[in-house]
């Protein structure tokens, strides 16, 4: 039974993620492959997300078992009516430079139905699932694997086996759009089954139809403490707001490749399918302690004074640091996630956090910010959030730092020692740009040097990230203070390219 549960989940997956770069085939044309244009395509697709877990939420508290499979069978049927997709006609780009509330509405109209139904499908069977007399009932999550793993496939598989073969649309029999909509016709069998397995279970079970909400999904109406739902949202929002943020960096500022996002957002669901699929408790711990390492590395490329480096570590230095971020706070997720009862409650939090990541870059940050500074301000976050690395292996972390004693600083002797590590920052930033012809390791080793203080911070995350936001902030007002102004205006200039058109 597992294994119609999975393949109707990752075809559910499969077809979602294969809607969007469909979408953008018909799109882009009109509006140009701009990182702002992306982005906005992100933020309907989470947004939408938000919405298909609120709805599966709601219905779970709101709504009794069997109620609920009828209901959404006659939700999940609706879109036939609308297909195959496409865009409505008529649509015409708009005058101003900044289209990002035409291309939401644009993508609501075409595919905001569909894309909502198909959203609901990984929380809602994994629910289902919870009620089922399967051995594997009681912990459902390994579920989400699979729909992770459909949406990599279609990720992966559109640009290479499925836009180069077949039209997008036209009268022909084999087009995108039609095959996709055939699809969509299995998944609404393959879900109409697992209804059918999950009321033959309450069947079997002799559990009343009037039973008003069970007992099971009115547990998840009590209250959690307010720092876990924090935490998972927040856990949430950094790797989703990386992602874009190393989608516009390093198209930006190292390579303008085109489909060159395909490789962030694959690194990111990548990080899902490892992390559900009962990732063993060992392995997360050491990305655990590996991820102030990887952090500090990209921290000093984005120091000011710090020498460029090769174009392909460039690159590759960024796609890092997003699969260990997204590792660790995947992994955190999975590690704290809760019983079946607040499985949706848990997933919709999930979403709340993706949701505001990409609000966060496609909206706030080009609004406050001349640079693509979101980038920095994610990895300060990873840096302020990474699990406590003591809990995460005492005894190795015992062996790796000589800094044990820091634990027992009082906050005003903290505040102290954050306080002398931007002094030093700022003092060997200002020997950087003061210094002419100096030697490219000279660079780097004024660059580093603060970044090596702030690693004895790691016992405790907080005095890690503020000391590491310091550095960053005296670094960048030091650079800006020395900085060419022909290339400080280029900078603002490819900026506003970017979210333009």
Excluded at 306 to 316: D, G, I, V, Y
Excluded at 441 to 454: E, F, N, R
């Amino acid at each position: 039974m597992a294994i119609i549960w999975s393949a109707t989940i990752f075809l559910s997956a499969f077809l979602l993620f294969l809607v969007q770069p469909m979408m953008a085939k018909m799109i882009l044309p009109m509006l140009g492959g701009t990182p702002a244009v992306w982005n906005t395509c992100m933020l309907f697709y989470q947004c939408t997300l938000l919405a298909g877990y609120g709805y599966v939420h709601l219905l779970s508290v709101c709504v009794t078992r069997r109620r609920q499979l009828f209901a959404h069978l006659i939700l999940l049927a609706s879109p036939l009516v609308l297909l195959p997709i496409g865009l409505p006609s008529g649509w015409t780009p708009p005058d101003e430079t900044n289209p990002v509330f035409w291309v939401l509405l644009l993508l609501a109209v075409a595919i905001g139905l569909p894309f909502f139904v198909l959203s609901t499908t990984a929380p809602l069977l994994q629910k289902w699932f919870s009620w089922t007399d399967h051995p594997s009932a009681h912990d459902p999550y390994f579920l989400y694997a699979a729909s992770n793993a459909g949406s990599m496939l279609a990720l992966l598989g559109y640009p290479l086996a499925i836009e180069p073969w077949l039209p997008l649309r036209g009268n022909q029999a084999f087009t995108q759009t039609i095959l996709w909509s055939v699809g969509y016709g299995v998944l609404v069998v393959l879900i109409a089954v697992c209804a059918w397995f999950v009321a033959r279970t309450q069947t079997d079970q002799a559990v009343p139809a009037s039973s008003g909400v069970d007992r099971l999904t009115a547990t998840a109406l009590s209250p959690l403490p307010a720092g876990t739902i924090f935490r998972w949202i927040v856990l949430a929002f950094i790797p989703s707001s990386l992602l874009l943020g190393v989608t516009t960096h390093i198209t930006l500022n190292v390579a303008a490749i085109p489909l060159l996002w395909v490789i962030p957002l694959a690194l990111y669901l990548l990080s899902f399918i490892i992390v559900f699929a009962k990732w063993p408790a060992a392995n997360h711990r050491v990305m655990v302690l590996a991820l102030p390492l990887v952090l500090l590395l990209l921290v000093f490329d984005a120091m000011p004074p710090a020498p460029s480096l090769p174009q392909w570590l460039e690159l590759l230095l960024p796609l890092a640091g997003l699969a260990a971020v997204a590792m660790v706070c995947h992994g955190e997720l999975v590690r704290t996630r809760p019983p079946t009862d607040r499985l949706t409650l848990f997933y919709l939090l999930m979403s709340i956090g993706g949701a505001l990541g990409g609000l966060f870059n496609a909206l706030v940050a080009p609004a406050i910010f001349n640079n693509t500074y979101e980038y920095e301000v994610a990895l300060l976050l990873a840096c302020l959030l990474i699990p406590r690395l003591m809990e995460a292996d005492p005894l190795r972390f015992a062996r790796l730092s000589p800094y044990r004693w820091f634990g027992t600083w009082s906050p005003s002797m903290d505040a102290g020692w954050i306080s002398a590590v931007v002094v030093v920052a700022g003092l060997f930033v200002w020997f950087s740009y003061t210094m002419q012809n100096a030697p490219v390791i000279v660079d780097a080793v004024l660059a580093a040097a603060p970044l090596v203080l702030c690693y004895a911070g790691i016992g405790r995350p907080l005095r890690f990230g503020l000391a590491i936001a310091g550095v960053l902030l005296i670094a960048n007002i030091i650079g800006r203070a020395f900085s060419d102004p022909v290339l400080a205006q280029t900078n603002l200039l490819r900026r506003a390219q970017g979210q333009s058109s």
